[in-house]
């Protein structure tokens, strides 16, 4: 199993930007797809992005195409999501989640493990 802890949350005027990271420990990073979910307050949980086991394909929701990009350092076994131009709309935990092996294919998967999530508010 793979424990995952988010980091990099916080406050920000809209149009700023923040850099979230993933750590994970546990069975082999590398072995699968990682993804960014977040949840606003009062919503249902709502995908952000999903990178592949290589870091070779990623894949966004509409909202936040051209200005979130999900990346990961294998060797470091963490991922990021660098999100830019955030609007008021962005304001959401952030959660990180680990696709289980062998159930999905590029970009849609379940997902075996969540972090806790971090709070990112973004105001004007």
């Known amino acids: 199993q793979v424990q995952l802890v988010e980091s990099g949350g916080g406050s920000v005027q809209a149009g700023g930007s923040l850099i979230l990271s993933c750590a994970a420990s546990g069975r082999t990073f590398s072995s699968g797809a990682m993804a960014w979910f977040r949840q606003a307050l009062g919503k249902e949980r709502e995908f952000v992005a999903v990178i592949s086991w290589n870091g070779l394909n990623a894949y966004y929701t509409d909202s936040v195409k051209g200005r979130f990009t999900i990346s990961r350092d294998n060797a470091k076994n963490l991922m990021y999501l660098q999100m830019n131009s955030l609007e008021i709309e962005d304001t959401a935990v952030y959660s990180c989640?680990?696709?289980?092996?062998?159930?999905?294919?590029?970009?849609?998967?379940?997902?075996?493990?969540w972090g806790q999530g971090t709070q990112v508010t973004v105001s004007s």
């Open positions: 989640a680990a696709a289980r092996p062998g159930r999905g294919t590029f970009p849609n998967y379940e997902y075996a493990a």
